[in-house]
């Protein structure tokens, strides 16, 4: 029998876009926030943000966990 954490996570009738890797335009749309704004705060090192050459990329789950935690 398999542990949980041995178990392949599954979604049925959905995508999982959970570790969905995103553009910083796709973030600000996420985020309904402008696109300046987005990288003016990745640039600063107040939202979470990977630069990949001269665009920043920025992931769902972590912005979900970033936008929890700054509104609480």
């Not at 920043?56 to 935690?69: C, K």
Request: proline share 3%; with cysteine; aromatic share 6%.
């Amino acid at each position: 029998m398999l542990d949980q954490k041995d178990r392949p996570n599954i979604v049925i009738g959905a995508e999982d876009n959970t570790h969905q890797v995103m553009t910083s335009v796709e973030a600000a749309e996420y985020l309904k926030m402008h696109v300046k704004t987005v990288c003016r705060l990745a640039k600063e090192g107040k939202i979470p943000a990977k630069k990949v050459g001269s665009e920043w990329r920025f992931l769902r789950s972590v912005l979900d966990n970033w936008l929890a935690a700054t509104v609480v």
